[in-house]
Antibody, heavy 117, light 106 residues
């Protein structure tokens, strides 16, 4: 059974940093691109970032470029999102999702990030 | 960037109704479109990909159609479990989602 379990969310002050993790199981992790998608409270889904199956290629939404870094550890079957210089508008539930031919076939349960003083 | 616009934003319907949700892309995306269902406090669930292909395990009352810039998601006979928010997503050029359509009980 495919499982994606996010962790690492919490309350952080503006300008602070946080690292999210997404632990994958039930599939061959090294074969899939992975994504982060976020959802602000009461709002819609917004794509954040993606990483290739081998970790050599990364892409970011303009809103997070230069502040967020996606990475993966194949030995740990985990994808990460390092978030720096956090702003109030980064407050959201962050989901990791598996890429299957560019659409997202499995999603984690999400982890809430709150940026507030 | 490709903008996705769904209509309506909110739809009231009853069990047994036939419901159609529309999604329009700001430029042609061929059939690179997916539909997701999301219930409160839960992760989105894939329903349809490539505009009209039903994901495994999704009930056949769900169907998708369209190409280019206009797409529809149809639920042929609403069931109680279908009251949720639905999102379209294009994956022709990076990724963007519609703003969502909340399907509520009339």
């Amino acid at each position: 059974e495919v499982q994606l379990v996010e962790s690492g969310g919490g309350l952080v002050q503006p300008g602070g940093s946080l690292r999210l993790s997404c632990a994958a199981s039930g599939f061959t992790f090294r074969s899939y691109w992975m994504h982060w998608v976020r959802q602000a409270p009461g709002k819609g889904l917004v794509w954040v970032s993606r990483i290739s199956s081998d970790g050599s290629s990364t892409t970011y939404a303009d809103s997070v470029k230069g502040r967020f870094t996606i990475s993966r550890d194949t030995a740990k079957n985990t994808v990460y999102l390092q978030m720096n210089s956090l702003r109030a508008e980064d407050t959201a539930v962050y989901y990791c999702a598996r890429d299957y031919s560019n659409y997202f076939d499995f999603w984690g349960q999400g982890t809430l990030v709150t940026v507030s003083s | 960037d490709i903008q996705m616009t769904q209509s309506p934003s909110i739809q009231s319907a009853s069990v047994g109704d036939r419901v159609t949700i529309t999604c329009r892309a700001s430029q042609s995306i061929s059939t690179w479109l997916a539909w997701y269902q999301q219930k409160p406090g839960k992760a989105p669930k894939l329903l349809i990909y490539k505009a009209s292909t039903l994901e495994s395990g999704v009930p056949s009352r769900f169907s998708g159609s369209g190409s280019g810039t206009e797409f529809t998601l149809t639920i042929s006979s609403l069931q109680p479990d279908d009251f949720a928010t639905y999102y379209c997503q294009q994956y022709d050029s990076y990724y963007s989602f519609g703003q969502g359509t909340k399907l509520e009980i009339k």
